[in-house]
T-cell receptor, first 114, second 109 residues
Framework: NAGVTQTPKFQVLKTGQSMTLQCAQD?????MSWYRQDPGMGLRLIHY???????DQGEVPNGYNVSRSTTEDFPLRLLSAAPSQTSVYFC?????????????FGNGTRLTVT | AQRVTQPEKLLSVFKGAPVELKCNYS??????LFWYVQYSRQRLQLLLR??SRESIKGFTADLNKGETSFHLKKPFAQEEDSAMYYC???????????FGTGTRLQVTL
């Protein structure tokens, strides 16, 4: 049971490039989400999904797209990277049992946009 | 809108000293609060949640609705407690968490 797996661990992009951050979980969790972590700002929710085929915006969705074609995977796409998207990105999941179960986090992806 | 405030960026204490990491929240509904911890080079993980009323690694946190606080306490700090601590508020039914900005706890000899 690997839990929540994020790839890559590190990535450097040039302004304007696109890329996809991968997130997979093997716990059959319905709920998945993406956060970004910035110094002095804590973690902020980007997008989330309560099940396959369902996604919604969080607090800071601009510049990011997501899709949820399977229960296991929840990729985050940067369409045209900007320096303001330099951050550490965390994927998290939970069982969505209705009792607000705590989140299980991945190890994070450190992204630098130059 | 909901908000979580952790006023201290860094808290430095000596080993064996009491620890209190402050957390205040703003939310009009019935709050559900958590403390998450991130040790060096490890992933963020749940430390405790208020509805469990449990003590984890010697830490406790009591929800005070009158003061809208959920401070994290430990009577005697240990070196292995050094980490980044985040207070988080869950609202609604979508498991969405609002995090505070975090407090780095540094326990020194």
């Amino acid at each position: 049971n690997a839990g929540v797996t994020q790839t890559p661990k590190f990535q450097v992009l040039k302004t304007g490039q696109s890329m996809t951050l991968q997130c997979a979980q093997d716990m059959n969790h319905e709920y998945m989400s993406w956060y970004r972590q910035d110094p002095g700002m804590g973690l902020r929710l980007i997008h989330y999904s309560v099940g396959a085929g369902i996604t919604d915006q969080g607090e800071v969705p601009n510049g990011y797209n997501v899709s949820r074609s399977t229960t296991e995977d929840f990729p985050l796409r940067l369409l045209s990277a900007a320096p303001s998207q330099t951050s550490v990105y965390f994927c998290a999941s939970s069982p969505w049992t209705g009792d607000n179960s705590p989140l299980h986090f991945g190890n994070g992806t450190r992204l630098t946009v130059t | 809108a909901q908000r979580v405030t952790q006023p201290e960026k860094l808290l430095s204490v000596f080993k064996g000293a009491p620890v209190e990491l402050k957390c205040n929240y703003s939310y009009s509904g019935s709050p559900e609060l958590f403390w998450y911890v991130q040790y060096s080079r490890q992933r963020l993980q749940l430390l405790l949640r208020h509805i469990s009323r449990e003590s984890i690694k010697g830490f406790t946190a009591d929800l005070n609705k009158g003061e809208t606080s959920f401070h994290l306490k430990k009577p005697f700090a240990q070196e292995e407690d050094s980490a980044m601590y985040y207070c988080a508020l869950m609202t609604g039914t979508a498991s969405k968490l609002t995090f505070g900005t975090g407090t780095r706890l540094q326990v020194t000899l």
